[in-house]
């Protein structure tokens, strides 16, 4: 990624200043350090004394870890807890009641604040509502909802009952809804009639009846609607409720479900290396844990600050650092529904001036395309409110890092670039920004506690200034439990033998500089990362030949200014491979049909006809050479395997 070139190039350090070193919760190198040597001198002990002082039990664990069925680990076994009291019943008690949790901003402007009081109140209604149904401990519930108050209000009424929720992002088309509808045998879906988004409706609803008409979706008993704007949507009855029913006359106390701390709080989807999407499932205790103690040290946050994390609850960063997180600091939180760039490219400068954001956490695809759309236009607003910044997602190319640590932090700011996965539940290598000096691009060093190293294909670590694989050689609360009805696919994937099976391998590569300080390089797999999401290239693959005009297809990323990564098709139609107009209009349809297989966020953006695909002669695709012909490279890697060199210059051609 040339981002990355760029970023390995850059030596300048941005100390922390000293008044904000100083009433930092982590405080200076000795801070780090002290708790770094806790975590080595006796690992148990650290994470035991962490989950005790940060979390509330009903009943205490006796023992931190069970390693005894490695990699499938356990944390807090036989502690018994319930994340929504965490998040809810804890701030009642502990002077909360009347703070805002939540400021919610629509699409169209509207402010609504939910006090803790409240959003209890709500939160204890619709499990009331979902119990009344029926639905108990252990069901999965499927939540296919906009960026809303009901949307965290959903995900903790679940956590409250012990049902197991599956947030897939509205983005996503109806046919990924059905596939994870049946992967996670949900029993009850939770939508809403329509999205607002930049000014538009977007039908929501429609998706779910879709999935239903693929088939599949047997499982499941009800389907139940937030009305977000009343819009004219199918309602099937007997089957369909709307929530304002589901809650209506019930009471706002709900006794919370009494769970281990193992017991499954969530299953997110995400990309792998096959077609297939992975239920990434992850726990009550361990996962609470982290989501909590990484936003008190890596946001520093305090009482009086008011956080605003970007991300849709569709994504990890919109569960740990929306729904869960800031909420079990007892914070206030800023809820968006809308895009950056409606009604124009000021509309974040715009809200957190109005809102007094102190952090602010966002991702580098939206910092590029602010800087695009208005790079002068955050002077416009008065953001001295803000006194952290922070990034997610994928590396942050150095310009922007530094736009946004002069333009939006008024060189004022610490700036916490976080590397984390959906698996890993909350932040791994992140700065402190009261201890770590910074390097635009870099995510600096890793959390206490947090044993991630660079190693070599042997396992070995790699010495400084050196790259490597990202692996973590020891197992964290907040890590994934296993891929939900497929444990021998989690245990292939996160913990492969050729690394002898006992680290978790991240899938990204990295490299360690002489300061000790990680730079991750993008992923090693088949994956991509378009935007900060993860597409994965078979997924599409196998999107683009389900189409009845394809034969064959091959998908690779390239270096894009914007969005990080593009997508790139290489497709082989059952015809000859068409060109101008005709080859246009084909590209436009199989995108739409992309679109609507997987979402929009996987449409291709460049599609290249051809023959055939370059293959070796025992007939595999050599996707390096389609990565360079994507990114409009010279060839110079070895083609003497190649079965049908020819192909090389009608692709190249194309475009
Ligand atoms: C939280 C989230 C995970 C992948 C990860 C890596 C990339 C995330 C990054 C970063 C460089 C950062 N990634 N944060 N790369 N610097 N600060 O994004 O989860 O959607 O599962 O993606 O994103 O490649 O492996 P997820």
């Not at 500089?513 to 994956?527: A, E, H, N």
């Amino acid at each position: 990624m040339g981002s990355i070139e760029t970023s390995l190039q850059e030596n300048r350090v941005f100390e922390p200043a000293e008044d904000f070193v100083k009433q930092a919760r982590v405080s200076g190198i000795a801070g780090y350090e002290a708790l770094r040597a806790e975590a080595e001198a006796d690992f148990e002990g650290f994470w035991g004394r962490l989950a005790k002082e940060n979390l509330s039990w009903k009943t205490p664990f006796t023992k931190v870890l069970d390693e005894s069925n490695a990699p499938f680990y356990k944390w807090f076994e036989d502690g018994v807890m319930n994340v929504s009291y965490n998040c809810l019943d804890v701030n009642l008690q502990n002077g909360n009641a009347d703070k805002v949790a939540i400021i919610f901003e629509a699409d169209g402007g509207e402010v609504t604040k939910v006090t803790y009081r409240e959003l209890h109140a709500r939160v204890c209604q619709f499990a009331n509502g979902l119990k009344s149904l029926g639905y108990a401990k252990g069901e999965r519930a499927l939540i296919y909802l906009p960026m809303s108050i009901e949307a965290v209000v959903a995900m903790q009424a679940c956590a409250r009952l012990g049902i197991i929720h599956s947030v897939v992002f509205g983005g996503f088309s109806a046919k990924s809804v059905q596939e994870r509808i049946a992967d996670a045998g949900a029993s009850v879906v939770i939508t809403a009639d329509e999205q607002v988004r930049g000014g538009k409706n977007i039908p929501l609803k429609p998706a779910i009846d879709e999935a239903f008409a693929i088939g599949g979706c047997e499982s499941v008993r009800n389907v139940i609607i937030y009305q977000r704007t009343g819009g004219n949507i199918p309602f099937v009855e007997g089957r369909d409720l709307w929530l304002k029913d589901v809650i209506a006359n019930q009471p706002t106390e709900c006794e919370p479900e009494w769970l281990s701390a193992e017991h499954p709080l969530f299953i997110l989807f995400t990309s792998g290396s096959t077609g297939k999407p992975k239920g990434v499932q992850h726990s009550t205790g361990g996962y609470l844990l982290w989501a909590k103690l990484s936003l008190l040290w890596t946001f520093d946050l305090k009482p009086n600050d008011v956080f605003w994390c970007t991300a849709d609850v569709g994504w990890v960063t919109g569960h740990t650092y929306i729904a869960y997180g800031p909420l079990a600091c007892g914070a206030t939180e800023v809820v968006f529904e809308g895009v950056p760039t409606y009604p124009d490219a000021g509309r974040f400068w715009k809200m957190i001036q109005d809102h007094k954001v102190s952090i602010f956490y966002t991702a580098p695809t939206a910092i590029r395309s602010l800087i695009k759309a208005g790079g002068d236009l955050p002077t416009k607003y008065d953001l001295s409110s803000l006194r952290l910044l922070g990034s997610v997602g994928e590396p942050i190319n150095p310009e922007a890092w530094v736009w946004y640590y002069n333009v939006v932090g008024g060189a004022r700011c610490p700036i916490v670039d976080t590397w984390w996965q959906t698996e890993t539940g909350g932040h791994m290598i992140t700065p402190l920004p009261g201890v770590h000096g910074l390097k635009p691009g870099s995510c600096t060093q890793p959390l206490p506690g947090i044993a991630a190293a660079i190693v070599d294909e042997t396992g070995t670590d790699v010495a400084k200034g050196n790259g490597g694989f990202l692996v973590i050689k020891k197992p964290w609360p907040s890590m994934i439990r296993t891929i939900w009805n497929d444990p021998e696919r989690f245990k292939k994937s996160y913990y492969p033998a050729d690394f002898g099976g006992k680290y978790y391998l991240a899938g990204d590569g990295a490299n360690v500089d002489l300061d000790g300080y990680f730079w991750i390089m993008g992923r090693i797999d088949d994956v991509l990362n378009v935007s900060g999401h993860r597409m994965g290239t078979m997924e599409i693959e196998s999107a683009l030949v389900a189409n009845p005009l394809v034969a064959e297809a091959a998908v690779v990323g390239r270096p894009d200014d914007l969005t990080g990564e593009a997508i790139c098709a290489f497709v082989v139609l059952k015809q000859a491979a068409p060109q101008g107009a005709e080859a246009q209009a084909i590209a436009k349809e199989l995108r739409d049909w992309v679109g609507r297989e997987i979402g929009p966020i996987a449409k291709p953006k460049d599609i290249r006809f051809g023959d055939n695909l370059p293959k070796t002669r025992s007939g595999k695709i050599m996707r390096r050479l389609l990565r360079s012909i994507a990114k409009g490279e010279e060839i110079t890697q070895d083609t003497s395997t190649l079965e049908n060199p020819a192909i090389l210059d009608q692709l190249k051609t194309s475009r």
